[in-house]
């Protein structure tokens, strides 16, 4: 059982086996500020170990990032996520920020499923 991300429109796919992700969530700032902890993000960095800074570092290091903060109050939990867009990359129409919103509410929905909540979040979206 391993945790999956794959962004097949920057040619990337990772897995990490959870043991990894815990020691790597170890780094996690304690205290819950509103801004974005930088040096969390460092010891991200250095977890993929990319020697190169590009699309595809970034929305791995967004996802970490997001499932160690939104799934903290529960354990690593296994999964595959994959991410396809229409919306051109690099083009300055938010790409980043619809995949930042899109990972935040799958896990969201994710929590609230393992936490057993009564609701499934996503039967009552509206269109």
Request: hydrophobic residues 40%; aromatic residues 8%.
């Amino acid at each position: 059982s391993r945790v999956l991300v794959n962004f097949p429109d920057v040619g990337l796919k990772e897995s990490w086996e959870p043991a990894q992700l815990r020691e790597l969530f170890q780094h996690k700032p304690r205290d819950r500020k509103i801004e974005v902890d930088h040096e969390y993000l460092e010891h991200i960095k250095e977890f993929i170990q990319s020697d190169r800074y590009n699309i595809g570092t970034a929305s791995v290091i967004c996802f970490l990032y997001l499932y160690s903060v939104i799934m903290e109050r529960t354990d690593v939990v296994p999964m595959e996520i994959t991410v396809e867009s229409e919306i051109p990359l690099g083009a300055g129409l938010g790409s980043s920020a619809a995949l930042s919103v899109c990972l935040a509410s799958g896990l969201m929905g994710v929590l609230h499923q393992v936490q057993g909540a009564a609701e499934d979040i996503f039967n009552n979206l509206q269109e």
